[in-house]
């Protein structure tokens, strides 16, 4: 079977986390602050902070940005649950704005008129979560604008879109946003095995995230309510949690951020193939906004069901029953049996429901060769007219 996405692992790799194995530090050690400075140079924020996921660099990005009880996020439906779930995390609200259909992100047009309704009802949300989904950049200038309007905070999940940019500026620099948030989980374009990280331009918002990262303890005498007792002491002066990430991880993280811009430019080069071999069959292939050089961690077609005999679910089937893996990112979260017990019901989002009743993502991954894709073509060729 040819995955949807999978990691490369090179000797570079391998002896990078071995040489931390036979070093004094498995985690806590040097190469977490190196891990960090390395994104943070590469993406032009100021402070970055490793953690063990996405999902838990999304929990301490809301904590830093003070979200709790009574407070609102807003996300996009077309979202893994994580972009979610931080904010139930936190005790907060969750509600959702539409996509574009288009570049099936968030859209900025959905989000002004929603914000309209939510000022004049006094639900204004505390903190919005634009995610870059398969890696091309949400229309940040609009949505900057709008968080100065009505004065929420901005979290980018750029889950898929480490070593892309938006407007020529690499994604990461936060540069409309408080904090961006990338994963490291396998499938995305580097991997740490699991892992994440949250940059920001903001020295307290970077400092809270360091202090929730790991148990709300500082060692730092400048934050501890009286003189340290002696060397041994340390304060714990928020509820934080064991978020860290380990030595081994931020090695691999390191090594494979030597071949991160190689990576990318990769599977623009599959992208580009995908775009002109499948340009005659009854499907839309995914379209790129001028302002984004996407990350393209995901290749996502839709299918012209109307154009078609057979339908989604058979389409999708007959792909993996010809050895192509593919995935569907993502089912409508409100639709999640969890959500729909906070009163969301199908219909509440149509763009995005029409999304995941026609959506395929294609395998794009940066070891994919153009015979493995040529293949993958084929499949889909036949899949649809058979
Ligand atoms: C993968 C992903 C996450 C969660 O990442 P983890 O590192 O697995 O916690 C969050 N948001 C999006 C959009 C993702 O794709």
């Known amino acids: 079977m040819i995955p949807y996405g999978r990691q490369d692992i090179t000797q570079n790799d391998i002896d990078a986390v071995i040489a931390v194995l036979q070093s004094d530090f498995l985690t806590q050690g040097p190469m977490v602050p190196r891990f960090e400075q390395r994104v943070s140079d590469h993406v032009g924020a100021k402070y970055a902070v490793a953690v063990n996921s996405a999902t838990s660099a999304l929990h301490v990005a809301c904590m830093a940005l003070g979200l709790g009880p009574d407070d609102w996020l807003w996300t996009t439906p077309i979202t893994f649950v994580a972009s979610?779930?931080?904010?139930?995390?936190?005790?907060?609200?969750?509600?959702?704005?539409d996509i574009d259909p288009h570049t099936y992100n968030l859209s900025p047009q959905a989000l002004e008129r929603k914000l309209e309704q939510a000022e004049r009802e006094g639900k204004l949300p505390k903190v919005l979560v634009p995610v870059h989904l398969c890696g091309q950049s949400c229309d940040m200038h609009a949505i900057h604008a709008l968080a100065q309007q009505y004065g929420f905070k901005v979290i980018e999940d750029a889950s898929h879109a480490i070593g892309g940019r938006y407007k020529g500026q690499p994604i990461g620099n936060c540069g409309y946003s408080d904090i961006t948030v990338f994963s490291f989980h396998p499938v995305k374009i580097i991997t740490t095995a699991e892992g994440g990280m949250a940059?920001?331009?903001?020295?307290?918002?970077?400092?809270?995230?360091?202090?929730?990262?790991?148990?709300?303890?500082?060692?730092?005498?400048?934050?501890?309510?009286?003189?340290?007792?002696?060397?041994?002491?340390?304060?714990?002066?928020?509820?934080?949690?064991?978020?860290?990430?380990?030595?081994?991880?931020a090695a691999l993280g390191l090594s494979q951020m030597d071949r991160l811009d190689a990576y990318v430019a990769r599977r623009h080069e599959l992208a580009r193939r995908y775009d002109d071999l499948l340009a005659n069959l009854p499907i839309t292939c995914p379209r790129q906004h001028p302002d984004s050089y996407s990350g393209l961690h995901l290749y996502v077609i839709r299918l012209q069901l109307g154009k078609i005999s057979r339908s989604h679910r058979e389409v999708f089937e007959s792909l993996r029953d010809q050895g192509v893996g593919v995935n569907l990112h993502y089912i409508p979260?409100?639709?999640?049996?969890?959500?729909?017990?906070?009163?969301?019901?199908?219909?509440?989002?149509?763009?995005?429901e029409a999304y995941y009743r026609e959506v395929i993502s294609l395998p794009m991954y940066q070891m994919l060769t153009d015979q493995q894709q040529d293949q993958v073509i084929t499949a889909v060729s036949k899949a649809l007219t058979t």
Not at 84 to 97: E, I, M, P, R, S
Not at 232 to 248: E, F, H, K, S, V
């Open 333 to 352: 979260i409100h639709t999640q049996p969890h959500y729909a017990l906070m009163g969301f019901r199908a219909g509440d989002y149509p763009q995005a």
């Open 199 to 249: 940059l920001t331009n903001d020295a307290e918002l970077a400092r809270k995230m360091g202090l929730y990262r790991s148990h709300g303890i500082t060692r730092d005498a400048t934050q501890m309510s009286h003189a340290p007792d002696g060397p041994w002491y340390y304060q714990q002066i928020a509820l934080g949690y064991n978020y860290r990430m380990t030595d081994l991880q």
């Open 84 to 97: 979610a779930n931080c904010a139930l995390y936190c005790g907060a609200k969750v509600d959702f704005v």
